[in-house]
């Protein structure tokens, strides 16, 4: 693996931190508040999940579109285009996600392991999602992905 390419992935691998981050705390924060309200772990998880995701999906599309794959396409109808292909992409990878954090809020019902099996969940469908993005998103030929 070259230099750059392996600078890259520490990139990526920041990136991708950051958007966990984000995408788990605001996830906590939700059911922090509505265990405050009194609902059940059962009844909050699925918003709090939804609104995390969607945290964590806007901020990662800035962060690829700029800083991974240069993508320097502008206008309202190439955004268009390219954040939903994003989103579509990322409906497979939040599938291993979401997939791997409720199987993990099954093995143990308290809610301790919910935010680890969501780390190794976002870590597993994270690296799908670069190929997916590279091969199908950020095609054009002003891409620092093209030049791989």
């Not at 994003?86 to 809020?105: H, N």
Request: proline letters at 2%.
């Amino acid at each position: 693996m070259t230099s750059a390419r392996l600078r890259l992935a520490a990139v990526y691998a920041v990136f991708a931190a950051i958007a966990a981050g984000l995408n788990l705390g605001t996830q906590w924060c939700c059911v922090a508040l509505a265990s405050r309200m009194g609902v059940p772990l059962s009844m909050a998880l699925w918003p709090a999940l939804v609104v995390g995701t969607g945290t964590g999906l806007v901020v990662k599309y800035g962060l690829d579109k700029r800083f991974i794959f240069d993508d320097r396409s502008k206008g309202l109808k190439a955004h268009g285009r390219q954040f939903s292909l994003y989103t579509l992409m990322g409906l497979t990878t939040t599938a291993i996600f979401w997939g791997t954090e409720f199987l993990f809020s099954r093995l143990d019902p308290s809610g301790r392991l919910i935010y680890l099996g969501g780390a190794i969940g976002l870590a597993v469908g994270y690296v799908v999602k670069y190929e997916l993005d590279r091969r199908f998103v950020f095609t054009g030929r002003n891409t620092a992905a093209d030049a791989r």
